[in-house]
């Protein structure tokens, strides 16, 4: 079955403790994203790859990293996390421009 | 920054009727995309519809794109229940080649059985 998935689902932390949240997809697709989902601000992008060892920063990149080693994995991570990356994001995957963006289930964080 | 803004926020009809939400956008596009979200859940793919169409279907589902006034609707015609959820168009940039789409803030359809 083609999918993006996330690890974990659901994650407290505290601030400064350092996070991974993991994207995986099984479609191959080249372009990979992370978005946080925040009430009133909708979607917003915060890393892309276009393909492996290409990254770039997308509208709220600041406190966040990713890397891009194999073209299945995206992961994203959280040097040093604060309570204003408490979000829901999302990994996102598409085969090429202009096509559809298949969704990871989701990651709900929260840094106390 | 947020290109897409749909309207309205939220919506509530019964079921069977016919429900319409409507996006606006500022920049030149490639293609429009309309997603579900059912709450907390990912994003799902319902439609896309490219620069050159005016209008597409599926299933339930009719997407209209007039790119003169930069706007597009999605029409949910004989609702379900089972449509409760939000939903969210998404534009590419036209002169981007990131893949980034750009978010509306979404509508609430709340489908009354």
């Known amino acids: 079955e083609a999918q993006v998935t996330q690890n974990p689902r659901y994650l407290i932390t505290v601030t400064g403790k350092k996070l991974t949240v993991t994207c995986s997809q099984n479609?191959?697709?080249?372009?990979m994203s992370w978005y946080r989902q925040d009430p009133g601000l909708g979607l917003r992008q915060i890393y892309y790859?276009?393909?492996?060892?290409?990254?770039d920063k997308g509208d709220v990149p600041e406190g966040y990293k990713v890397s891009r080693k194999e073209k299945r994995n995206f992961p994203l991570i959280l040097e040093s996390p604060s309570p204003n990356q408490t979000s829901l994001y999302f990994c996102?995957?598409?085969?090429?421009?202009?096509?559809?963006?298949?969704f990871g289930q989701g990651t709900r964080l929260t840094v106390v | 920054s947020q290109q897409g803004e749909e309207d309205p926020q939220a919506l509530s009809i019964q079921e069977g009727e016919n429900a319409t939400m409507n996006c606006s956008y500022k920049t030149s596009i490639n293609n429009l995309q309309w997603y579900r979200q059912n709450s907390g859940r990912g994003l799902v793919h319902l439609i896309l519809i490219r620069s050159n169409e005016r209008e597409k279907h599926s299933g339930r589902l009719r997407v209209t794109l007039d790119t003169s006034k930069k706007s597009s609707s999605l029409l949910i015609t004989a609702s379900r229940a089972a449509d409760t959820a939000s939903y969210f168009c998404?534009?590419?940039?036209?002169?981007?080649?990131?893949?980034?789409?750009?978010f509306g803030q979404g509508t609430t359809l709340q489908v009354k059985p």
């Open positions: 996102a995957s598409s085969d090429r421009l202009n096509t559809e963006a298949f």
């Open positions: 479609m191959n697709h080249e372009y």
């Open positions: 790859s276009m393909n492996v060892e290409v990254t």
């Open positions: 998404a534009t590419d940039a036209s002169l981007s080649n990131t893949g980034k789409l750009i």
